[in-house]
């Protein structure tokens, strides 16, 4: 393994993928090689994203031996699904949320209609009486 990277957009929130090389590298070297005489180069083209297949093209690495460049391919040694673009969970949420508001508008617009309701009952008892006042004061003197 060359490293482990994270992954974007995945199923587990903290998903990482193992990258690894397609092959090895062979070359012929003295038996007084100092390893400090390899240059070691990763190039990881940009952000991963999921979903990811096991073998998938990651990005290359490159050997420098005595001045001879090597080039292998960096691959993913495990697959990473992707987090399903259906949000079940915000789906859920957003569906109460628009419920809770049709009940409240409903609770409020019968409250509305009851208070409105209250009020012409309250002028047609108020015009009754005034009537019947007009009335007992014209024939019942």
């Known amino acids: 393994m060359i490293e482990k990277l994270p992954?974007?957009?995945?199923?587990?929130?903290?998903?990482?993928?193992?990258?690894?090389?397609?092959?090895?590298?062979?070359?012929?070297v003295d038996s007084f090689f100092i390893l400090d005489n390899m240059n070691t180069s990763i190039n990881i083209s940009g952000e991963i994203f999921a979903p990811i297949e096991e073998g998938q093209k990651l990005g290359e690495a490159t050997y420098t031996i005595y001045g001879e460049k090597y080039?292998?391919?960096l691959v993913a040694k495990n697959s990473v699904e992707r987090k399903p673009d259906f949000d079940l969970l915000g789906l859920i949420s957003?569906?109460?949320?628009?419920?809770?508001?049709?009940?409240?508008?409903?609770?409020?617009?019968?409250?509305?209609?009851?208070i409105i309701n209250k009020i012409r009952k309250k002028k047609k008892r108020r015009a009754k009486v005034k009537r019947t006042r007009r009335y007992n004061a014209r024939f019942h003197k």
């Open 94 to 114: 957003n569906i109460l949320i628009i419920f809770l508001r049709v009940i409240i508008g409903f609770v409020v617009l019968v409250l509305i209609v009851r």
């Open 71 to 73: 080039t292998v391919d």
């Open 7 to 28: 992954v974007k957009d995945s199923l587990k929130k903290d998903d990482f993928v193992e990258i690894i090389t397609a092959s090895s590298v062979i070359t012929n």
